[in-house]
């Protein structure tokens, strides 16, 4: 697998997983939180708080990557704030990627778990209650496990939303090997050069595989918690 | 125990203002739908905030409205049995009847699992899944599921409604060991008739969001006025009796009621056990001398008590009958060609096939044995 893929491209892809794999464990408990909210809550700027969650959707993922870049650059309010009390920076850096990629996919993974939450039976719940378990404790045991394949669809496609993120990213972070040199980004540098068709091929074949993966996983993972909650 | 409740709820197009107070062992809250029955079990539950009143269980107060009291339901100790089960379906039936261990105190685990797999009858349904339970077991896995909580006190809300007649005669006798051998009070939520005769101590008849009625239940019951819904052909008082002889030629079985004997279809219970029975008042002819040449076998001499216009064609007589009440559905023509008067004896003539698995059941058994 080494030798089929050149350094820079196995590079490219390690890259991405790692972007990929950040961007979804860090936008689960958030996306979780804003799911509840947004299907049970009953809250003044609910209606603003769904809009603002869709946009990304929405927008053209440029305009996200241009507002992720004004906001989160170095001189942009949150960047600079972030930089200086927590050293955490952003721009052009494999973590401003995994951000602009967290931001992109978060529509979706709210989106599924948010149809599984409006599925729960809110009755089970209260059964749940008068046989002693407080709100916390009803949310682990019964909430939860029953929104578990909506929790697993949308973490499946926020990771693969984050695969294939290209506009954000390169408009935020920009296109920097090593550093912010995702796969797509990679494709699309191959394909502005000649003799790039090789490389871009590849990718895409990497690219292919990557979903079909974590697709079949997260198919087989719900089948099973499905399985589970009817057999 | 005792159950106090006074309460003032918003209930659709009018309020609920229910005030009573029961101590029997199964309190049956009866009324049509809409009455308000759901939403008073729903409030002692916990499941909604009522917007004024109280409500005391065995002395503890769980809502005060005046003075703020507010027990959240999960430390209640109310259990409650929905008439849709609501078993958590991510759950084998044995996670489902141990859900509420996880959150009771270790020292106020009093019931024991096998004691209430034995008393319900789901040993061999324990890992299974709820979605393979027929409506019966889940009704049965629920109720164990409440029990198994350690409540104070039982709400069954209509626990039955939701089944086919086969499988509420297959739940009728857990709910009856549930009340003989837990000493659980319990409250049981019911338009049914049948289901009240056969399992209530007492009984409280709701009617658009009044407490109209309450106290024992063959006092209850014997008040046809009470239930003018069932119209003449369930309505009936409640007697107590017990199995004096069985007849195998004619496949019959004598009762001892207090005032006379009741010849009935052959029932498989021992002589000597208590039985109760229910005497529809439309089942029932009067008659001024006691009868003669008549195919009808029972005949109890009684003492008009009152009498009550019903509607405009038909009367209600209640009779005293050594001491139970009788009730007694008659055309107005009937009870004028009679002369019926209050203190005129007479005689209550009911056939014997007017007995029949609705209108006769096992009476309580004297004394609770004890906490689970």
Redesign the interface.
């Known amino acids: 697998m080494t030798d089929w893929l050149s350094p820079e491209e196995w590079t490219a892809v390690r890259l991405s997983l790692q972007v990929a794999l950040t961007a979804m464990s860090f936008s689960v408990v958030p996306g979780l939180l804003v799911a509840l909210a947004l299907a049970r809550g009953r809250f003044w700027g609910r209606g603003l708080l769904d809009v603002l969650v869709h946009l990304p959707l929405i927008m053209p993922p440029v305009v996200t990557g241009y507002l992720l870049l004004l906001s989160f650059g170095r001189r942009g309010p949150v960047g600079a704030f972030l930089a200086e009390h927590f050293g955490l920076v952003f721009s052009f850096r494999w973590t401003g990627a995994a951000l602009a990629c967290a931001i992109m996919g978060f529509p979706l993974l709210v989106r599924a778990i948010r149809l599984s939450v409006e599925a729960v039976d809110r009755r089970l719940e209260e059964a749940a209650g008068t046989l002693g378990a407080n709100p916390v404790w009803v949310f682990f045991t019964v909430t939860l496990p029953l929104i578990l394949p909506g929790l697993v669809a949308g973490m499946v496609l926020s990771f693969a939303k984050a695969m294939g993120e290209f506009g954000a990213t390169i408009t935020f972070v920009s296109n920097i090997p090593g550093e912010t040199q995702t796969l797509p980004s990679l494709i699309y540098t191959f394909t502005q050069v000649p003799g790039g068709e090789g490389g871009a091929a590849r990718l895409t074949i990497v690219s292919i595989l990557v979903s079909v993966v974590a697709l079949l996983a997260s198919e087989g993972l719900a089948a099973r918690l499905r399985r589970r909650a009817a057999a | 125990m005792t159950l106090e409740v006074d309460l003032s709820h918003p209930l659709g197009a009018f309020r609920l203002e229910a005030r009573f107070r029961s101590e029997g062992r199964l309190t049956a809250l009866f009324g049509r739908s809409g009455a308000g029955k759901t939403t008073l079990v729903r409030a002692i ?3 909604i905030r009522p917007e004024a009143g109280r409500i005391v269980v065995h002395g503890r107060t769980l809502v005060d409205t005046a003075n703020r009291v507010f027990v ?9 049995v ?1 008439q ?1 089960a ?1 078993l ?3 759950l084998s039936v044995r996670r489902n009847l141990l ?2 261990r ?3 105190p270790r020292n106020a685990r009093a019931a024991s699992v096998g004691h209430v797999v034995d008393l319900l009858g789901i040993g061999h349904l324990l890992d299974r ?1 709820p ?2 339970l027929s409506g019966g077991e889940r009704q049965r896995v629920a109720i164990g ?2 029990l198994l ?1 350690d409540p104070q006190i039982l709400l069954l809300d209509e626990p039955l409604a939701s089944l086919d007649e086969a499988r509420k005669a297959e739940i009728m006798p857990y709910l009856e060991r549930l009340r003989d051998e837990t000493g659980l009070p319990i409250v049981l939520v019911s338009h049914s008739v049948a289901e009240i005769s056969r399992l209530a101590t007492d009984v409280v008849v709701l009617a658009d969001g009044r407490a109209v009625a309450s106290g024992p239940a063959t006092e209850i019951l014997g008040r046809p006025s009470l239930f003018p819904d069932l119209g003449p052909t369930e309505a009936g008082a409640l007697i107590e009796t017990r199995v004096l002889s069985h007849d195998d030629a004619y496949g019959l079985t004598v009762l001892q009621a207090k005032a006379g004997t009741l010849t009935v279809p052959r029932l498989e219970r021992p002589v000597g056990s208590a039985l109760r029975v229910r005497l529809r008042a439309r089942d029932i002819m009067l008659a001024l001398r006691a009868p003669e040449g008549l195919s009808a076998l029972n005949v109890l001499p009684g003492r008009v008590v009152a009498l009550a216009q019903a509607d405009r064609s038909s009367m209600d007589v209640t009779l005293d009958c050594a001491g139970d009440a009788v009730v007694v559905h008659l055309t107005r023509k009937s009870a004028d060609r009679l002369g019926l008067r209050p203190e005129l004896l007479v005689h209550a003539v009911i056939k014997g096939i007017a007995f029949d698995a609705d209108t006769v059941g096992p009476t309580l058994r004297n004394a609770p044995a004890g906490h689970i």
């Open positions: 539950a916990g499941l959240p339901m999960h430390r209640r100790r109310v259990g409650v929905f849709d609501r958590f379906p991510h859900f509420g996880w959150f009771t899944r979605a393979t599921r409440a909580a």
